[in-house]
């Protein structure tokens, strides 16, 4: 499969970050401003969480849309090359996040999903970051 693999494609690559993207410090920011703590990543966890809030039992999942396969306009461009590929790791990327976050919520946890394209309005996310974490599992 990555016979043909082009080295400064492959490099690009390398440079894409898993953790500490600047939607999800943007995030991380904003709930620490808000004044709620929590934990970044949790292996223990389906998905490692980036925002994880124990005590209130929820988590907040900071995706971006290109690489979940987010129905806006930036979440539905597709490379010009390789189109296959790239919509087969599209797919399976949406697959695990759904399965991620069905397990998560199985566990009595509730999930926030945060798109990329959703951080232009930052007080719009305030509110809906201070509204999710603001309610209290019982």
């Known amino acids: ?9 492959s490099r690009q ?16 920011r904003l ?14 966890l389906p998905g490692k969480p980036d925002l994880v809030f124990s005590r209130r039992q929820a988590v907040i999942f900071v995706h971006g849309c290109f690489w979940h396969g987010h129905g806006c306009k930036r979440g ?23 399965e991620s976050v069905a397990a998560i919520e199985a566990d009595g946890w509730r999930v926030l999903v945060i798109w990329e394209c959703e951080m232009k309005d930052a007080d719009r996310l305030a509110r809906r970051l201070a509204d999710f974490l603001g309610k209290h599992a019982s």
Do not use: Q
């Open 31 to 44: 709930a620490h401003a808000l004044g709620y703590r929590f934990r970044l990543h949790r292996k223990d």
């Open 1 to 9: 499969m990555t016979a043909n693999v082009d080295p400064a494609r």
């Open 76 to 98: 539905a461009r597709m490379p010009k090359k390789n189109r296959e590929y790239w919509s087969a790791k599209i797919a399976r990327n949406v697959e695990r996040d759904a």
């Open 13 to 28: 690559m390398s440079l894409v970050r898993s953790t500490g993207t600047k939607p999800e410090m943007a995030v991380r």
